[in-house]
């Protein structure tokens, strides 16, 4: 028997976090490493976070688990609270961003199919878009690497060019139902979409009648700098998917729709078993005590801020390995010169810094929510010494 007992589908490095201390993890060595990765774009409260642990732990002790079946007092009232945050009129509560972005792909052919027009069911999507790894969602991505192995893929999806608002005008056709895009690609390399993009796609699904569908589970719970990405757009969407920061660590997803967009979900439409349990509604109301209000936000764009600029300063001394800086609030990204697989991991081996590569030869750089001065130091100093070795090792 050669295969390993955990499905050996990721490509795992040597570090074994064994334990989480606010903005750093301990490896299982004893080591400790500054976490600016956060369990990609997950922990935005860091790890151990007082409120959140002490919320999971009431809940465990108080109820779990009962079933959709039930009235759910929890649910009803972390709804509330993300109505109250944003353009949605209700939401159906998931166990990960997948199931959000499938709920949303649902939520959008149903909003036709219930009028009568069951030939409107495509979505047009973006080249290098990243929505997760359902069959439904890999259909919805272009990325060959991700399809390879599974064909035959779900019809309905049609990839554009992202940020190309002609190309998407073009893809209008007889069967499209909407729009499904990420304001800022994540997994594609930070690349955020532009103000005409995104106001045009708005101006688009109201000519046509179609449903602009965001994909926000990374962008989203003021990641970005407001509680939703499409706030700085000035636009307001249809059907929104969220869930990385949500549970801050806790697997929790919600798609959340405008009544109109959601007139196709009526009772027996949709279903999930653990969706919006107590416990994860516990841990969603506890991260929004913490983040869902004005102050965090100041808090998190002052952080990017003053990130920004340090990284915009910094750059320049190392042309031949970075080349620019894009990102909005602390979903941070430095476009490389080379692949950045390999300084991913001498940051993290010889470093103990923790990010994230992504498309398009780009470093993710996306921390807690919670970092303050002293992170930000921390972080520039191991990436300077970083950069400084990597270099040196790159000419010799
Ligand atoms: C992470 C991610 C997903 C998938 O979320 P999972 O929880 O892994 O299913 C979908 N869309 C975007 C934009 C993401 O970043």
């Known amino acids: 028997m050669s295969i390993t007992p955990l499905m050996p589908v990721y490509p795992r490095c040597d570090f ?6 606010h903005c750093h993890l301990i490896g299982e060595d004893g080591r400790r490493y500054l976490d600016f990765a956060a369990g990609i774009a997950v922990n935005i409260l860091g790890h151990s976070h007082p409120g959140l642990i002490g919320a999971i732990q009431r809940q465990a002790a108080t109820l779990m688990h009962v079933s959709n079946l039930y009235g759910s007092p929890l649910g009803e009232r972390l709804a509330q609270r993300l109505v109250d945050l944003s353009f949605a009129d209700t939401v159906f509560f998931t166990n990960s961003g997948a199931e959000a ?24 999507t973006f080249n290098n878009a990243f929505h997760g ?4 969602t890999i259909s919805a991505s272009s990325q060959d690497k991700m399809h390879k192995g599974f064909l035959p893929l779900l019809p ?13 005008t073009a893809a209008i056709g007889p069967h499209t139902a909407g729009f499904l895009v990420e304001p800022v690609q994540g997994e594609g390399g930070i690349r955020p979409a532009s103000q005409e993009f995104m106001a045009g796609l708005r101006h688009l699904a109201d000519e046509h009648d179609l449903l602009l569908v965001l994909d926000e589970v990374q962008t989203g719970v003021c990641r970005t700098g407001t509680f939703y990405a499409y706030e700085q757009y000035g636009i307001v969407p249809d059907v929104v998917a969220s869930a990385k920061g949500l549970g801050g660590g806790f697997p929790l997803g919600a798609c959340l729709a405008t009544e109109k967009a959601a007139r196709g979900m009526v009772a027996g439409a949709h279903g999930s078993t653990y969706g919006g349990n107590p416990l994860a509604m516990a841990a969603g109301e506890a991260v929004l005590d913490a983040v869902g209000n004005d102050a965090f936000l100041v808090h998190v764009n002052a952080m990017s801020e003053r990130l920004r600029t340090r990284l915009g300063q910094f750059i320049g001394n190392y042309p031949e390995l970075f080349e620019l800086v894009r990102g909005r609030g602390l979903m941070l990204g430095i476009k490389m010169k080379v692949e950045p697989r390999g300084f991913v991991a001498h940051l993290r081996e010889n470093h103990q810094l923790l990010t994230v590569s992504s498309g398009d030869n780009t470093l993710r750089v996306v921390p807690p929510l919670v970092i303050d001065e002293a992170h930000i130091d921390e972080f520039m100093e191991k990436l300077s010494a970083a950069a400084a070795s990597y270099a040196a090792e790159a000419m010799a």
């Open 101 to 124: 972005v499938e709920c949303a792909i649902k939520t959008a052919r149903a909003y036709h199919s219930h009028v009568g027009n069951d030939h409107k069911f495509e979505l047009i």
């Open 133 to 136: 790894r359902t069959m439904g």
């Open 16 to 21: 074994r976090p064994v334990r989480g201390d």
């Open 156 to 168: 309905g999806f049609k990839y554009v060019e992202f940020d190309d608002l002609a190309a998407a």
